[in-house]
């Protein structure tokens, strides 16, 4: 499966932004989906997950409460909404595929669990 994040783009803090991750050469319903976000001179984190059915979701401490994940397997393309943003938040994005066939914390947050990644898109949170 082809991956592609798209929406960031410059914001406010306390603004909201929603980006996209629409896939392509497969069904995005195969797939356990998650995002995850680098910032400069960072390492790449996990910030959420979801389940291929879309029922079970999971969020870093650092975006809960304030970002919402969800999926249209029908679109093939998956959402992360981001509201009450801050400039910490300030990263590139990125969307990847789950490669277990089981989705459990923690392995479900680990980087090293995920493929098919996608190019990223930009958020940057002014102050």
């Known amino acids: 499966v082809q991956l592609q994040a798209s929406g960031g783009g410059l914001v406010q803090a306390g603004g909201s932004l929603r980006l996209s991750c629409a896939a392509s050469g497969r069904t995005l319903s195969s797939y356990h989906m998650g995002w995850f976000r680098q910032a400069p001179g960072k390492e790449r984190e996990f910030v959420s997950a979801?389940?291929?059915?879309?029922?079970?979701?999971y969020y870093a401490d650092s975006v809960k409460g304030r970002f919402t994940i969800s999926r249209d397997n029908a679109k093939n393309t998956m959402y992360l909404q981001m509201n009450s943003l801050k400039p910490e938040d300030t990263a590139d994005y990125y969307c990847a595929a789950y490669t277990r066939v089981y989705f459990t914390a923690p392995q479900n947050m680990n980087v090293h669990e995920y493929d098919n990644w996608g190019q990223g898109t930009k958020v940057t949170v002014s102050s």
């Open positions: 979801i389940s291929w059915h879309g029922w079970n979701t």
